[in-house]
Nanobody
Framework: QVQLVESGGGLVQAGGSLRLSCVPSERTFSSSAMGWFRQAPGKEREFVAGISWSTRTTYYADSAKGRFTISRDSAQNTVYLQMNSLKPEDTAVYYC???????????????WGQGTQVTVSS
């Protein structure tokens, strides 16, 4: 089973920035849509941002609008999540996911990464 590999998480102060990356474990893997989700301790996994591989259509959660940007590099088969103006409430494990259809729903995605921790200190 193809896995997605996230990187770029870490500890940052409030107001800082991080860029997350997501690459499939197999170079030949392709999907129509990829998304970023996050899960804070004691909370359900929630949608953050998604992008259609072909149309570049993007979706954002209200909490991410204006601060986060999802993008893709087709040549590198990589999806990025640029996170600016980070807040302590952004602290969570961030997961990359892929599937055929761009969706905000966790249940729609069949392929997931192991997650990368993002911690924002106040």
């Amino acid at each position: 089973q193809v896995q997605l590999v996230e990187s770029g998480g870490g500890l940052v102060q409030a107001g800082g920035s991080l860029r997350l990356s997501c690459v499939p474990s197999e170079r030949t893997f392709s999907s129509s849509a990829m998304g970023w989700f996050r899960q804070a301790p004691g909370k359900e996994r929630e949608f953050v941002a998604g992008i259609s591989w072909s149309t570049r259509t993007t979706y954002y959660a209200d909490s991410a609008k204006g601060r986060f940007t999802i993008s893709r590099d087709s040549a590198q088969n990589t999806v990025y999540l640029q996170m600016n103006s980070l807040k302590p409430e952004d602290t969570a494990v961030y997961y990359c996911a892929a599937d055929r259809i761009l969706s905000r729903a966790v249940s729609e995605y069949d392929y997931w990464g192991q997650g990368t921790q993002v911690t924002v200190s106040s």
